[in-house]
C-alpha cells in the first residue's frame, strides 16, 4: 500500500522528518510527551482487560474476569497476596506496578474477533490501556494479538491453545503462558497408551477452525507415532449443536477410539451426543470403546455432567494441585467468590502477576523493556512448577497435567482428577517444529 | 451402505420431529391469527428451560455438614441433601429426580399456555393490522429479550439434563435385522422423542379436525370474517390456540432437554431452519409443516454423511437453503400449500 502512494510531495516531506529525527539529540526524542504508547505520567497505570462477557464463552470470561480483579487487588496490595508470596521473583511489592496504582477497564471480546479487536483498539486508544490481557479463543487471541503488535502494547493472551498463537501468528509483544495443541498430544500419548494399549482404531471430530485443526494434528501426530492408526477425521461446523449425524458413523468405520477435538458448548454437545448412543458400553475389535477429549476445563466439565465419568484429556492447570502456588492462589479466589478457580482464571491470573513483574524487573512499563524482561525469563511458584518463558516464540514451557473425568465426585466442582503431571522437557519442541512453522516474531514495537 | 442409510433416516427423525413440533406450531399461528411469529424458536427453549427448572426444583437441597470429609479449602464438607429426600426417603427421591423430564411435561403444559397467551394479549395482538415486517421485528425483538432473560437466570453454557436412567444406551437396529451388532444404532431416548412428537402431531391434528372448536378454528383459518359474522367469538379461540402452538413448541423443548443440554440461544438455531421447513411445507398447511419438518431432517442428515461431505465440501451446513431455493423457484406454494398463498 505505502508504494502505491508514494509521491514525490510525499517523499520529501517523509525524508524532512526523518532527518530531523536523526539529527535531534537523543535525550530530547528520551524526554518528548510519549515515549511509547501509553505511557503512564499520573499515578495510576491502566491494563485492559478483554475477556468475552457475553455469548457461547460467556462463564469462562467472567471466571477469567474474576481472577484479573483478584490480580489488581494483590498487586495494589488488598487481600491475602495470593500467588505472589510463593512467586520465585520477589520484584513485587503490593504498591501497584513500579510504584503506580493498577486500574483496569474491561471489554467484551463476544467470542468474535472483530469485536475484540474493537473492543481493544478502543480500550487502547480511548482508556490508554498499556497492556491488553485475555481472550477465550484462539481466533480471538491471534486477532488481538496482531492489533497490539500494531498499536505498540504488550498483549498477554489468556486461554488459548491453538499452536498458532505462539506459532505461525507469534507476534513479538505478545505472550502466552497457557499450554497449547501439540503439548496436549505430547502429553497425552504416553498416557493413552498406558491405558488403552498401542493398538487402536481412532475416529477424529474436529472442529471446523484454527484450534480444531492444530489439535486434531497434534494428537493425530502423537498417536499416530505410538501405533494408532487414525481411520477417520471429520470436520464439524462450529455452529453445531446436534453431533448425531457425526457421531452415528463412527460405530460402522470400525473405530475403536473417538477423539472429541472440540471445546466449550461444541464439547459439551459432541460428548453428551457420544454418549446417549451407548458408544461407550460397545465393545469393538474385543476392546471397550473409549472416547478422549484433548482439552478438558472444569467449566466444560460441569456442563457435560456426569459424561464425563472416565473420561481422559489435558489442562493447563486445576484447583487440587498441591503444590504452594496452587494452594495459595486457591485460598485467595475460594474465600473472595465460594468456589475454586477454573484454569482460563489461573492462567489469567499468572499472566497479569508476569506482567507486573516483568515491568518492575524493566524498571519501566516501555513494551520492548517488558519483551526483553519477560523473554527467556524461568520463574517457580505460581501452580505449575518450573516455568520458561522462551525468548524464540513468547510460549511458556511447564508441565501438563492429564486429567480423567472423575468417577465418583464430591462437588460440582470436584469432576476431575490428576492422572499424570507430564514434565515440562515431555512437552518441549524445537521452535521451527513443524507444528509450529511459518511466520516470525519480528520485532517488538513500542508504538507510539 | 444399506446400513449407512437406514442409520441417517433414523437420524434425520428426532431432529425433523423437533423441526415438524415447532413448525407445526408457527402454522397454527400464522394460519389463525396471519402472524409470522419469529418468537417461536424462543419457546421451544423456555420449554427445555421448563426441564431444567423443574429438575432444579426438585433437587432443591438444604446443607448438611458432613465433618468427615473435607471441601477445597479445607473447611468441613457441606453436603446438599435434596428436600425430595426428606420426603420420600433417600430411593423414591432419587427416581423422582431422575425421572425430572418426563415430569416436567406437566410442569411445562401450564406454564406454557400461560406464556403463550400473556404473549399473544399482551403484545401479538396489537401487531394484527400491521404489515408482517412490524410483526417480524416485533417478534424477533421479544425473542432476543426472551433469549436474555434466560442467559440472566441460567448462564450461559448449556447446562446437562439427563433422560431417565433407564433410557440411556442404545437400541441395536442392526442386529435386529439380522445384521452384525453396532452396525445400526439408535438411542432409546430419540425413539422415546420420536414416538412422542408423532403423538403431539396426531393429538393436534384430531383437536382439529374432531372437536367443534377445531371446527371453529379451521373455518377461520379459511374466511376469519365470515365466521366473525356467525356470531362466534373468533379472537378468543384464536388466543386459545396461540397458547396450544406455544404448548406444542414446548412441549417439543422440554423433550429436547436430554438430547441437547439446553443453552439460551437453542431457539434461534432452531428458528430459522423451522421458517424454512414452513415454506418448503407450504405457508399455512399443517400437514405440510409435518413433512417438511421430516423431509428436510433427514436431508441434513444425510448431507452430512462423510462420504457426501468428501463429495461435496460444505453441503451439511446450505442443503437446507439449497432446497429451500429450489421449491421458492419451482414451487412457490411449498410442498402442500394452498393455491394463491405466496404466489400472488
Redesign the interface.
Known sequence: MSNSNLTRRGLLKTSAVAGAGVALPTIFTASSAAAYTNEPTGSTVTLGFNVPQTGPYADEGADELRAYELAVEHLNGGGDGGMMNTFSSKALQGNGILGKKVEYVTGDTQTKSDAARASAKSMIEKDGAVMITGGSSSGVAVAVQALCQEAGVIFMAGLTHSNDTTGKDKRANGFRHFFNSYMSGAALAPVLKNAYGDDRKAYHLTADYNWGYTTEEAVRSSTEAMGWETVAAVKTPLTQTDFSSYIAPVLQSGADTLVLNHYGGNMVNSLTNAVQFGLRDKQVNGKDFQIIVPLYSRLMARGAGANVKGIFGSTNWHWSLTDEGSKAFVKSFGEKYGFPPSQAAHTTYVQTLLYADACERAGSFQPCAVVEALEDFEFDGLGNGKTLYRGDDHQCFKDVLVVKGKENPTSEFDLLEIVEVTPAEQVTYAPDHPQFQGGALGSCNDGA | MM??II??V???L??GSAYALIALGLTLIFGTLGVVNFAHGALFMIGAFCAVTLSRIITLSHEVVDES?T???GNP?KVDVPYVYDLFGQQTGETIIDWAVPLAILFAIPVMILIGVVMERGLIKHFYNRPHADQILVTFGLAIVLQEII?YFY??????T??PEAF???FDFGAMLGMEA??I???Y??LVYFAFAALIIGAVFAFLQFTTFGMVVRAGMADRDTVGLLGINIDKRFTIMFGIAAAVAGLAGVMYA????P?Y??GM?FLVLSFVVVVVGGMGSLPGAVLAGFLLGIL??FA???EI?DLIPGI??IIIYLVAILILLTRPRGLMGRKGVMED
Not at chain 2, 448462564?155 to 446437562?160: D, H, S, W
Not at chain 2, 436430554?258 to 443440554?261: D, T, Y
Request: proline share 10%.
Open positions: 446400513d449407512a442409520l441417517q433414523l437420524n434425520g428426532d431432529k470429609r471441601d477445597f479449602l464438607l442467559k448462564g450461559a453454557n448449556p447446562i446437562p439427563p433422560a440411556t444406551g442404545s453396532n452396525q444404532i439408535y438411542p431416548w430419540r436430554p438430547i441437547n443440554s443453552n440461544h437453542m438455531d441434513e442428515s452430512s454423511m462423510k461431505i451439511n451446513q
